[in-house]
T-cell receptor, first 117, second 114 residues
């Protein structure tokens, strides 16, 4: 089946540094990928929609300059958390919908636990 | 705008018994899809079942079935013959037919008691 690979699974960084999270579709091309943030015991909140070859679309309240999204190829989207602070600590998940899948047939990455110290 | 409400933060069920998880939604879309996703401790999101709003027949997938009440905007998930592996967070979600975006509820944590 379709697989979305997300790396790293866990990362700890110092406050003020930047962290890059990668999301790859392994066996299909994804023109659109989605980035979610999940707080402990909370739901998934859509942060942005990543579009191959164009700018990402950010949800209201999400800082574009802090959460940089790049979708340079049909199989790779990256989320860079810039100048990270402890409040950015969270679980980040990406997803994509393989071609031909019915709506909602998204494949999710396994997520990245970011801890900013 | 779309909203998805899950009023049960936690539920428990005895192994082999049946449990129903509740979900209500509000949508401005005339055509849409509803989903139940499972998130086990591994945190990997897994699609459990999907319902197309224009279909009156309730979707079923093996031990999982839904009760879709369109007029009441209700979409509950029934798990029959519960197994230990069913223990997870369950999220109800909505997507407009013309949109790729999912709106999730806050989730219900299901525990299965041996």
């Amino acid at each position: 089946g379709a697989v979305v690979s997300q790396h790293p699974s866990r990362v700890i960084c110092k406050s003020g540094t930047s962290v890059k999270i990668e999301c790859r579709s392994l066996d299909f091309q994804a023109t659109t990928m989605f980035w979610y943030r999940q707080f402990p015991k909370q739901s998934l909140m859509l942060m942005a929609t990543s579009n191959e070859g164009s700018k990402a679309t950010y949800e209201q309240g999400v800082e574009k300059d802090k959460f940089l999204i790049n979708h340079a190829s049909l199989t790779l989207s990256t989320l860079t958390v810039t100048s990270a602070h402890p409040e950015d600590s969270s679980f980040y998940i990406c997803s994509a919908r393989p071609p031909g899948q019915a709506p909602g047939g998204y494949t999710f990455g396994s997520g990245t636990r970011l801890t900013v110290v | 705008a779309q909203t998805v409400t899950q009023s049960q933060p936690e539920m428990s069920v005895q192994e082999a018994e049946t449990v129903t998880l509740s979900c209500t939604y509000d949508t401005s879309e005339s055509d849409y899809y509803l989903f139940w996703y499972k998130q086990p401790p591994s945190r990997q999101m897994i699609l459990v079942i999907r319902q197309e709003a224009y279909k009156q027949q309730n979707a079923t997938e093996n031990r999982f079935s839904v009760n879709f009440q369109k007029a009441a905007k209700s979409f509950s998930l029934k798990i029959s013959d519960s197994q230990l592996g069913d223990a997870a967070m369950y999220f109800c979600a909505h997507s407009g037919a013309g949109s790729y975006q999912l709106t999730f509820g806050k989730g219900t944590k299901l525990s299965v008691i041996p």
